[in-house]
């Protein structure tokens, strides 16, 4: 069974940075897609950022609402993925939760998450306000 724990969410004002982490245990991140998700009161759960499998050449791939302002990135030394958001907006506010699944021959997905991903963390609260 996969373990995930993210880290790092609180309160910045709009035009502020946070960094997300997702710490996997007990297994690396070798042979599983990995990705950020966010969910805002009464909307639906959205992909934001995804890297791939190290098969799959640690593909990248983000949603178009934080292309260019947010970063994932990978330390396969500590288990953990890493979510770099700047330049926040109020409409970046939500819960954000890490997941994974073992896709060894895929690409990483932003799209229908529940049933693309098999193992999530217990989310992070990201608000960003005045």
């Known amino acids: 069974q996969l373990k995930l724990v993210e880290s790092g969410g609180g309160l910045v004002q709009p035009g502020g940075s946070l960094k997300l982490s997702c710490t996997i245990s007990p297994f690396g991140l070798d042979y599983y897609n990995i990705g950020w998700f966010r969910q805002a009161p009464g909307k639906e759960r959205e992909g934001v950022a995804c890297?791939?499998?190290?098969?799959?050449?640690?593909?990248?791939d983000y949603a178009d609402s934080v292309k260019g302002r947010f970063a994932i990135s990978k330390d396969n030394e500590h288990y953990t993925v890493y979510l770099q958001m700047n330049s926040l907006k109020p409409e970046d506010t939500g819960v954000y939760s890490c997941a994974a699944v073992s896709r060894v021959f895929r690409s990483c997905m932003l799209t229908d998450p529940e049933s693309e991903y098999d193992f999530w963390g217990q989310g992070t609260q990201v608000t960003v306000s005045t």
């Open positions: 890297v791939s499998n190290g098969v799959n050449s640690d593909l990248i």
